[in-house]
């Protein structure tokens, strides 16, 4: 099946250090999307980007939509104790001719961040 | 955003009993929603997809006697773990589109079963 490729796999960072992620894949996706999940909790969306080479931010948080449609990044500046969890990426694809709707969402397979004092 | 809620986030059962996961959008309707499986230190995995009104549609290798889903509302979605033994513990997280071409899905807080 269709796979994410995200890197890097974790980090550890100082706290008000600015951080870098990114999520590649060999398909094109017409959506990304960026999770951030805590210990014991669901994924909550942080960021979703609906067209090539669209740059969005949230707050602290900025992501950008590859040109190719193939990839995505997702930057943290100031990073402070709270961003500490697992971000994953997922890619959608807008396809009619697949039977199964849920195999249209396909999710990295995460970077663990972690932000020292 | 839109709200997924699941009860109970953590469950304990004996190993042969069944344990009943529900999975609500509480403001928004949800034709489809999905359940995931999430063993530690990995990504999401789609066990199946559960469709208002008719039968769900699970993913390969996911027994559909073992994991039963029901979705008889627009708001409503539960999955039944049937004779639960511990290879069963895991977290399982439901998902559901707020809009079915958009790509947004909004996830629940995930329920932790532990069979004992």
């Known amino acids: 099946g269709q796979q994410l490729n995200q890197s890097p796999q974790s980090m550890f960072i100082q706290e008000g250090e600015d951080v870098s992620m990114n999520c590649t894949s060999s398909?094109?996706?017409?959506?990304w999307l960026w999770y951030k999940q805590d210990p014991g909790e669901g994924p909550v969306l942080l960021i979703a980007?609906?067209?090539?080479?669209e740059l969005t931010s949230n707050g602290r948080l900025t992501a950008q939509f590859g040109i190719t449609r193939k990839d995505s990044f997702l930057n943290i500046s100031a990073s402070i104790p709270s961003d500490v969890g697992i971000y994953f990426c997922?890619?959608?694809?807008?396809?009619?001719?697949?039977?199964?709707?849920?195999?249209?969402?396909?999710f990295g397979p995460g970077t663990r961040l972690s932000v020292l004092p | 955003g839109a709200v997924v809620s699941q009860h109970p986030s953590w469950v304990i059962c004996k190993s042969g009993t069944s344990v009943k996961i529900e999975c609500r959008s509480l403001?928004?309707?949800?034709?489809?929603m999905f359940w995931y499986r999430q063993f530690p230190k990995q990504s999401l995995m789609l066990m199946a997809t559960?469709?208002?009104?008719?039968?769900?549609?699970?993913e390969q290798g996911v027994e559909k006697d073992k994991f039963l889903i029901n979705h008889a509302s627009l708001t409503l979605s539960t999955l039944t773990v049937t004779s639960a033994h511990p290879e069963d513990s895991s977290f399982y997280i439901c998902?559901?589109?707020?809009?079915?071409?958009?790509?947004?899905?909004?996830f629940g807080e995930g329920s932790r079963l532990t069979v004992l």
């Open positions: 998902s559901a589109p707020l809009r079915r071409n958009t790509g947004e899905l909004f």
């Open positions: 398909s094109i996706f017409n959506t």
């Open positions: 980007l609906y067209k090539a080479g």
């Open positions: 997922a890619g959608h694809q807008l396809s009619i001719l697949r039977d199964n709707y849920g195999q249209n969402f396909v």
């Open positions: 403001d928004f309707q949800a034709t489809t």
């Open positions: 559960s469709n208002e009104g008719s039968k769900a549609t699970y």
